[in-house]
């Protein structure tokens, strides 16, 4: 699709502040737009998207007149804190936050572990959410973590003088013991809204199993599964694919 020269312009930058740490972000879109997305970026990635996917998205969200908002969490991108310190409750807290700064009620997308996390946040505040977007929600991470593993990999001795290496980024004990007390999957009836599951067949690293996990719960969800894609669509026929019908289902939520 061909994104016009004004919604390209329409990017500012963006920051919050939780917990003392400075979470900077950008808001593509018109000042009074048709309605408000936020998205959540996935486990160790930035607002960015993995080759510019959460830009390219929120443009063409953009071009249809809606706004964008999209956050680095702590650790991650340009916002404070460290990658060592993350943790999901932490994170969950940190979304919390960014819709309680964008007007709502909210069009909420996450990728992966970010898509994992927004549907907990939709299950305790389901007031604030206009409609869920997953794309390959990572609740397989509560799984790994319980067999002792991160990423398919066995986590050893995780502290200060062993950190876990994600692609190197030093990552510490606080994300294991995050899932202690967390289960995915607790408490998402108490969100009635629409429901959008998108999972690639070929997703090596979260199984489709998971978004159909999802689907059990929220009878009300559609779920797209996407023939060769993997967990970044990193094929730009997917891609595309994944993106038009995205904006598609979150126009037919706005009313």
């Known amino acids: 699709m061909s994104v016009s020269r004004n919604a390209l312009s329409q990017t500012r930058s963006i920051e919050i502040v939780h917990e003392g740490r400075a979470l900077r972000g950008t ?20 607002r960015m998207g993995s080759g510019r996917m959460i830009v390219d998205f929120a443009r063409r969200l953009a071009a249809r007149g809606f706004a964008l908002s ?4 702590a650790g991650h991108g340009e916002s404070d804190g460290a990658f060592f310190d993350v943790a999901v409750p932490d994170e969950i807290a940190q979304l919390s936050a960014m819709v309680d700064s964008v007007p709502g009620p909210l069009h909420l997308v996450g990728h992966s572990l970010g898509g994992m996390e927004l549907a907990t946040l939709a299950g305790r505040r389901p007031e604030t959410v206009a409609s869920l977007t997953l794309w390959a929600p990572a609740a397989a991470s509560a799984d790994e973590v319980a067999r002792g593993e991160i990423l398919g990999r066995p986590m050893g001795r995780i502290d200060d003088d062993h ?12 994300f294991a013991a995050g899932f202690q007390n967390y289960d995915p999957f607790q408490g998402l009836d108490a969100y009635a809204g629409p429901v959008h599951l998108h999972h690639g067949e070929s997703d090596a690293v979260v199984p489709p199993r998971y978004s159909h ?40 939520a706005t009313r």
Do not use: C, K
């Open 163 to 174: 950190p876990f290496d994600v692609e190197g980024q030093a990552l510490g004990p606080a």
């Open 70 to 73: 999209a956050f680095d969490r």
């Open 27 to 46: 808001r593509y879109g018109p000042d009074e737009p048709r309605a408000h997305i936020l998205f959540a970026h996935g486990f160790s990635a930035n």
């Open 213 to 252: 996990r999802y689907a059990e719960i929220w009878p009300q969800a559609e779920l797209t599964l996407y023939p060769g894609a993997d967990h970044g669509w990193s094929q730009l026929d997917t891609r595309r694919a994944l993106m038009a019908h995205s904006v598609r289902q979150i126009e037919a």
